[in-house]
């Protein structure tokens, strides 16, 4: 059974990403979900170190990097040093709080589509259950 669970969670995840990303380019956005993600982190929890990011967004460094060189580019964000001289932080500018609110909106969109299927009660148990799964894998949102 568990081997059925894990493939299932593999393919909500890969089919939410994709959505994603088509829904943002037939939009008009040139954003993939790991953008969307680190604007969203930066959003909830403010200013954050590049690793912070990282551990929030259970990805790599390089991944990450890159993903915040092209945000930094767009002016969507901005790095600035630490307290420590090695490492970097990254806030999120007014142009970037402007832009991520027009990605929100696709994305809320795009959920809300996905989900139809389920009531508001189900829907609600599935985001329990879903941060049950994370917390019991460690990670904390």
Do not use: W
Request: proline share 4%.
């Amino acid at each position: 059974m568990k081997d059925i669970i894990l493939f299932y969670n593999y393919l909500l995840t890969r089919h939410t990403g994709e959505r994603l990303s088509q829904a943002f380019i037939e939009k008009g956005y040139d954003y993939r979900p790991e953008h969307f993600l680190i604007l969203l982190l930066l959003d909830l929890r403010g200013p954050m170190s590049q690793q912070a990011i990282c551990t929030g967004a259970i990805k790599g460094k390089s991944t990450i990097s890159r993903a915040i060189d092209f945000l930094e580019k767009r002016g969507v964000v901005k790095r600035f040093p630490g307290e420590d001289a090695r490492e970097k932080h990254v806030k999120i500018t007014d142009k970037g709080k402007a832009e991520f609110e027009e990605l929100k909106t696709v994305a809320m969109s795009l959920e809300a589509r996905m989900l139809s299927p389920l009531s508001p009660a189900q829907q609600n148990e599935f985001l329990k259950l879903l941060k049950i799964c994370i917390s019991g894998s460690g990670k904390k949102f």
